[in-house]
C-alpha cells in the first residue's frame, strides 16, 4: 500500500493531465525493493534468463542502447534497399 501524491509538471494547474502521480513509501520498502530486484537479476543472470537483446533493467543498458541497436538495423536495411516500416507502442 502507498500513498500516492499528484505533483505539477506544467501548463494549467487546473487540468489534471498536467500532473505526474508520484508514490511516496518509506524508506524500508524501497530498501526491501531494491534487494528483491537484486536477487531476481542475479537469479535470471546466474541461469542464462536474460537474452542479449533485453535492454530494460539490465546493467549498463537503458532505452537509449536499445533505439541505438534498433537505429542500426533500420539503417543496415535501408542501406540494403528493403522497405522498412515501424510500429512502436510503450507499455
Given amino acids: 500500500m502507498a500513498n500516492i501524491t499528484p505533483i505539477y509538471e506544467k501548463g494549467k494547474k487546473s487540468t489534471v493531465a498536467n500532473y505526474t502521480p508520484v508514490s511516496l513509501t518509506i524508506n524500508l520498502s524501497k530498501v526491501f525493493e531494491s534487494i528483491i530486484r537484486d536477487k531476481m537479476i542475479e ?49
Fill in 43 to 91: 537469479h535470471l543472470e546466474r541461469y542464462k534468463l536474460i537474452k542479449g537483446t533485453q535492454h530494460g533493467f539490465v546493467k549498463n543498458k537503458y532505452c537509449l542502447t536499445n533505439f541505438l541497436v534498433f537505429m542500426k538495423k533500420v539503417s543496415n536495411y535501408i542501406d540494403s534497399g528493403y522497405p522498412v516500416d515501424v510500429i512502436h507502442s510503450n507499455f
